[in-house]
């Protein structure tokens, strides 16, 4: 029956092409769409990861508790043997350390009295090490206005705007007024290096970026750091991943009675980023409900007019005495081997251009160019697992209810009908 019903649709091409090449557009739309939305979220989750919260996080349990505080105070200690033991345990992954810091920066005058001061928040990095991928990891370079990017541990980076209302410039002195991570006060001296323009309204108007030596030394924090951040040896957010580092570091290193001891949290638990986790799941049902209707639409109609066509052997099959059972089931069989057909060639189809935007990508940079925004130039598609059978998801649904809604009229029939037809 299969077997018949299989040529039935290689001979007769008027009733499968058309809703193949249906299938096929609307299974590639969905398929490119998804690889598409997965970019571009992609692309935001991972410029959030490289600023804020990497693939995975460590910190102390105390300070995971109060992180948004930022309380410096009960930072990780010992930093240098962790990373050590880290890096034999996960070779394939790089660890980073980031403090995260506020107070006053002071711009003296000539007699080296207060010129100007205004409030702080600043991240410190890696910026001078040999093999530093801090300045590439945040896309500092597009956001360089003035200046040149530090050398020394006493140089920073402060936004533009905010060195304008601090009327300071490159290699302009500062003063940072902050609390070491003890409690006591800590001022300490600064050259500005240069200026840089964040995009963030926030950082722009008080933003500081320092290299973590230097911000370890005001701070009195040698061997200490706020945050280790880790990133995975992929270009995108794995979540198993993730999980599975996250889980061995955890039952390995984290002690739940001791505050002080690590603690590991994975990208996709972090309270800003599960929003966007949700929301690409959100997406994606959307996008399928919305091809399965429209699919559904065209083809329930694309159905009628092959029922209207193919009436004259409807006909013929109920007078002889096929069941109009037999007959529905059989179209809804036939349904199927389009839907098969059209789900895998419109999965073909949309990979390749999914390829082709992911390697290459659509860059954007001449729209950009007056931009202050510190995010990439070049958007891209990112193929997953997913998007390998996603679209045989509407391709089938879609075209077996269409033949179901259409194939309904075969009920409808009636004998006298029928010998007026065939006498036609």
Not at 160 to 179: M, Q, R, Y
Not at 253 to 274: A, C, G, T, W
Request: glycine fraction near 10%.
């Amino acid at each position: 029956m299969i077997r018949f019903l299989f040529k039935g649709l290689l001979r007769d091409r008027s009733r499968s092409l058309l809703p193949i090449l249906v299938v096929t557009a609307g299974v590639m739309l969905t398929v490119f769409a998804y690889c598409y939305i997965n970019g571009i979220l992609g692309d935001m989750i991972e410029f959030s990861a490289k600023y804020t919260s990497g693939h995975v996080k460590i910190m102390t349990r105390a300070y995971a508790e109060n992180k948004d505080q930022v309380p410096n105070d009960l930072a990780l200690i010992e930093v240098n043997d962790l990373i050590t033991n880290l890096e034999k345990d996960y070779p394939t992954m790089e660890f980073v350390q980031r403090i995260s810091f506020g107070g006053l920066l002071d711009s003296p005058d000539e007699n080296g009295e207060t010129k100007k001061q205004g409030i702080v928040a600043g991240i410190a990095v890696d910026l001078i090490s040999e093999n530093t991928k801090e300045i590439e990891r945040l896309n500092l370079d597009g956001a360089l206005r003035k200046g040149r990017f530090p050398e020394k541990s006493n140089e920073v980076l402060i936004s533009d705007e905010f060195a304008g209302k601090l009327e300071v410039g490159p290699g302009d002195k500062v003063t940072l007024i902050t609390s070491t991570m003890y409690g006591g006060m800590s001022i300490q001296n600064f050259t500005v290096a240069g200026t840089i323009e964040f995009g963030v309204q926030f950082m722009d108007r008080s933003g500081m970026i320092a290299d973590i030596s230097g911000i370890q030394n005001a701070m009195d924090m040698n061997d200490a750091c706020g945050e280790l951040l880790g990133f995975l040896n992929s270009p995108n957010y794995d979540d198993i991943e993730a999980m599975n580092v996250e889980t061995t570091f955890n039952n390995k290193y984290s002690d739940p009675n001791d505050e002080f001891s690590p603690v590991m949290n994975r990208l996709k638990n972090d309270s800003i980023m599960s929003g966007y986790f949700e929301y690409m799941d959100g997406a994606v049902g959307i996008l399928i409900t919305v091809f399965v209707l429209a699919m559904s639409i065209v083809l329930w109609n694309t159905g009628l007019i092959g029922g209207l066509r193919r009436y004259g052997e409807i006909g013929v099959r109920l007078a002889i005495g096929e069941e109009k059972g037999h007959i529905y089931r059989s179209m809804i069989f036939e349904s199927i081997f389009i839907g098969i057909i059209g789900s895998f060639l419109g999965t073909l189809i949309g990979l390749g251009f999914s390829y082709w935007l992911q390697e290459v990508g659509i860059d954007i940079g001449d729209m950009m160019k007056n931009s202050k925004m510190m995010m990439p130039s070049v958007f891209r598609a990112h193929i997953t697992t997913p998007a390998y059978y996603l679209g045989f998801i509407p391709g089938l649904f879609s075209v077996v209810l269409g033949t179901m809604l259409s194939g309904i009229g075969i009920y409808k029939r009636k004998t006298a009908q029928l010998f007026k037809e065939l006498e036609t």
